[in-house]
């Protein structure tokens, strides 16, 4: 897979101001669906782009913990951004 440098700078930049701040304290084993729905919501207000995008990172992130059997079940599986966009 191939990137460029806006899209790495983009994925960073969500990643550092919206998922870490959010998210970042919690353990790996701790998170749930819960969590990504409000971190979802939050930026919406302001950038409607950023849910889109960490959801992204968070399905990419949570297939390969799952691959590595870091954890039992995907929390991203099966939640729809465009729900917890109009709640």
């Known amino acids: 897979m191939s990137f460029t440098a806006n899209t790495y700078y983009n994925y960073r930049d969500c990643i550092q101001k919206h998922i870490i701040p959010r998210i970042g304290g919690l353990r790996l084993l701790a998170l749930n669906q819960g969590h990504l729905m409000k971190m979802y919501k939050e930026p919406v207000k302001q950038y409607s782009a950023i849910p889109k995008r960490?959801?992204?990172?968070?399905?990419?992130?949570m297939?390969?913990?799952?691959?590595?059997?870091?954890?039992?079940?995907?929390?991203?599986?099966?939640?729809?951004?465009?729900n917890c966009q109009k709640e």
């Open 54 to 61: 960490a959801r992204t990172i968070m399905n990419t992130s």
């Open 63 to 82: 297939r390969y913990a799952l691959s590595k059997r870091l954890i039992m079940t995907n929390p991203c599986e099966g939640l729809d951004v465009w």
